[in-house]
T-cell receptor, first 115, second 114 residues
């Protein structure tokens, strides 16, 4: 099946640090990648939609200057959490998408802990 | 406004029995539905999907049923195995426009007891 690689899987860093998370589709070209955030025991919350070669579309309430998204190619999207603070600590998950009648495939997520 | 709802936060079944997970939706534009399985600290794994032109899709032990008039879908797992214990999310999408955007339910934690 389709494989999506997300790196790193776990990050612990100090408050004020910027953290970059990579999402790669390994065996298909993803027209779109999505970034989600999950709080403990809650559902996945869509943060933004990332299309190759264009600006990301952010969901309401998500700060685009805080969560920078770059979609450099059809197989790579990055999420940078800028000047991270403890409230940014969460589980971040990416997914890659090819077309409407096909399932999204998810990475294994990144656990971000800001001290 | 919760467009996709899983009203049962948890479900416990005995190994070998059937597990039935339910999901309701409100948006009539949704025409593609999926079930994902998720373990803690991992990304969701795709299980099975169904298009709105069908009312049933089967893949091994997993069957998804869709009732469009009731805006309801369900996932049946039979026979249930201890390894099926996980959180199950249903998700819905409107494929018109091909954005791929999924709306997730809140999840149901399934526990299969040996």
């Amino acid at each position: 099946g389709a494989v999506v690689s997300q790196h790193p899987s776990w990050v612990i860093c100090k408050s004020g640090t910027s953290v970059k998370i990579e999402c790669r589709s390994l065996d298909f070209q993803a027209t779109t990648m999505f970034w989600y955030r999950q709080f403990p025991k809650q559902s996945l919350m869509l943060m933004a939609t990332s299309n190759e070669g264009s600006k990301a579309t952010y969901e309401q309430g998500v700060e685009k200057d805080k969560f920078l998204i770059n979609h450099a190619s059809l197989t790579l999207s990055t999420l940078t959490v800028t000047s991270a603070h403890p409230e940014d600590s969460s589980f971040y998950i990416c997914s890659a998408f090819y077309r409407g009648d096909q399932p999204q495939h998810f990475g294994d997520g990144t656990r971000l802990s800001i001290l | 406004d919760q467009q996709v709802k899983q009203n049962s936060p948890s479900l416990s079944v005995q190994e070998g029995r059937i597990s039935i997970l339910n999901c309701d939706y409100t948006n009539s534009m949704f025409d593609y539905f999926l079930w994902y399985k998720k373990y803690p600290a991992e990304g969701p794994t795709f299980l099975i999907s169904i298009s709105s032109i069908k009312d049933k899709n089967e893949d091994g032990r997993f069957t998804v049923f869709l009732n469009k008039s009731a805006k309801h879908l369900s996932l049946h797992i039979v026979p249930s195995q201890p390894g099926d214990s996980a959180v199950y999310f249903c998700a819905a999408s409107a494929t018109y426009g091909n954005t791929g955007k999924l709306i997730f339910g809140q999840g149901t934690t399934l526990q299969v007891k040996p």
